[in-house]
């Protein structure tokens, strides 16, 4: 399926904008691939569903994103980061309370309050006072009165789960060990806990990883999080000016 983004083409043009998402592809699992491409380059995405839509995301498929839409775009003035030219991301889901692994939680997992906060060392980059401010759910590990990792709600989401009765909403959540902290279950019990309150309230969760990041994959997989499938996002961006 392809979805013609007018919308963001007109903005991005019209404003010189500086960050621009010319194609997007994704992949659930058992359905076919899903493409969302500036009509400038619709030519260009069937052509890559005529070929691809088997493997959307192999070397090959990402090459021909490149060389036919991110060539053209090099000509509008925009570039990509070329490490990010192949990568593609996992997404995961929880969608029932029952499917979190409460067993990853441990007894040093908290909620984020300005109780918990109060004298404690931020070893992670997340900024812990804004989210206390602006409410956002958030749990951490507190280890020798440092919180040394961190899940929080990253953005609610929408489309993905909308035909599901029983979701009253997506969210989807970040997560963070400090360094030095990590490969100790901390970041997984953090995001199993996160889940298990926003599931409690219906509200389904996600998680995404790029294809590169086992560490992140097994942090989700032992969190309880269900592989659903896979996407792409095309990132350029404005190149300076002499």
Aim: aromatic fraction near 12%; hydrophobic fraction near 35%.
């Amino acid at each position: 399926m392809i979805e013609l983004d007018a919308g963001g083409e007109e903005f991005v043009f019209e404003n010189d904008w500086d960050t621009a998402v010319p194609i997007t592809v994704r992949k659930k699992d058992g359905e076919d691939v899903y493409i969302e491409v500036f009509p400038t380059y619709e030519a260009e995405a069937r052509e890559f569903e005529k070929k691809f839509s088997a493997d959307p995301f192999s070397p090959e498929a990402l090459a021909f994103i490149w060389e036919h839409i991110g060539l053209p775009m090099q000509a509008r003035g925009y570039e990509d980061e070329k490490k990010f030219r192949h990568r593609w991301y996992y997404n995961y889901v929880l969608r029932s309370r029952d499917e979190v692994n409460e067993s990853a939680i441990i007894p040093e997992t908290v909620r984020l309050t300005r109780g918990v906060l109060r004298g404690k060392k931020n070893r992670t980059t997340f900024d812990l006072r804004r989210y206390i401010s602006e409410e956002i759910t958030t749990f951490v590990t507190v280890v020798d009165g440092e919180i040394v990792a961190v899940a929080a709600e990253n953005a609610a989401c929408s489309g993905d789960f909308d035909d599901d009765p029983e979701c009253e909403g997506t969210t989807e959540i970040g997560v963070e060990t400090a360094a030095g902290h990590r490969r100790r279950g901390y970041a997984s019990s953090c995001a199993a806990a996160l889940a298990k309150t926003l599931l409690d309230e219906n509200i389904y969760v996600t998680y995404e990883t790029d294809c590169d990041n086992t560490a992140s994959r097994k942090t989700a997989e032992r969190a309880g999080f269900k592989l659903y499938g896979r996407c792409y996002y095309y990132v350029m961006r404005k190149m300076p000016q002499d």
